[in-house]
């Protein structure tokens, strides 16, 4: 069982359109973390939410942590093919365990 | 700095044989943690060394073990392969603070 959901499972999008991923979980959690794999290589943290509405910004990614700190987003302007990849979704655990989400397949074409 | 490296890349094991996946850091950070991921299930958490000679269970343990060989080095040990432990292995680090794990690029292993 998947303790946080990741929605959609794969996006496919042109370059220059907008795209947003889910993660979403049933109990609230202290910290979230969002990371990016690329193909054939290991994931690379984006950033960590902490606060319930905090937004975040790195460049043309923008990140949401939910109010009730059940769920965050993460949103990107103008996709260019170089964010094509596997989107993770992590939640920090008081003994520093990571719990990751499935991840959003996301495909930029040119 | 390298960062996380790990050996081998890719191998390829019949069913019964045994392997070690070797993962070693050099940024002297305490804990250290080994992930296999497999399509649709994201990462899950095989075992982990919260520090030098300390070692725990995480999610999917059976059918491995691990050794913390120092600081710098955590290991990963299949003593008898199976079909279903073919998967990408990585291995990770925390940074200070606990602010970011940095993984490996990953070994892909499959098991016929």
Redesign the interface.
């Known amino acids: 069982t998947?303790l946080?959901e990741?929605s959609p499972?794969f996006l496919s999008i042109q370059e220059g359109e907008n795209l947003t991923v889910y993660c979403n979980s049933s109990s609230v959690f202290s910290s979230l973390?969002w990371y990016r794999q690329e193909p054939?290589?290991?994931?690379?943290?984006l950033v960590?939410v902490v606060t319930g509405g905090e937004v975040k910004k790195l460049k043309r990614l923008t990140f949401q942590f939910g109010d009730a700190r059940k769920d965050s987003s993460l949103h990107i302007t103008a996709a260019q093919p170089g964010d094509t990849g596997l989107y993770?979704c992590a939640r920090?655990a008081n003994d520093?365990?990571?719990?990751?989400?499935?991840?959003t397949t996301v495909t930029v074409r040119a | 700095n390298a960062g996380?490296t790990q050996t081998p890349k890719f191998q390829v094991l019949k069913t019964g044989q045994s392997m070690t996946l070797q993962c070693a850091q050099d940024m002297n950070h305490n804990?250290m943690?080994w992930y296999r991921q497999d399509p649709?299930?994201?990462?899950?958490?095989i075992y982990?060394s919260?520090s030098e000679g300390t070692t725990d269970k995480?999610e999917v343990p059976n059918g491995y073990n691990v050794s913390r060989l120092n600081k710098r080095e955590f290991s990963l040990r299949l003593e008898s392969a199976a079909p279903s432990q073919t998967s990408v292995y990585?291995c990770?680090s925390?940074g200070r603070s606990?602010?970011?794990?940095f993984?490996?690029?990953?070994t892909r292993l499959t098991v016929l």
């Not at chain 2, 649709?40 to 958490?45: D, H, P, Q, S, Y």
């Not at chain 2, 993984?103 to 990953?106: A, E, M, R, V």
């Open positions: 998947q946080l990741q499972q973390q054939g290589e290991g994931p690379v943290l960590t993770l920090r520093y365990k990571l719990s990751f989400g499935a991840g | 996380v804990s943690y649709g299930m994201g990462l899950r958490l982990y919260a995480g990585f990770a925390w606990y602010n970011e794990q993984f490996g690029p990953g």
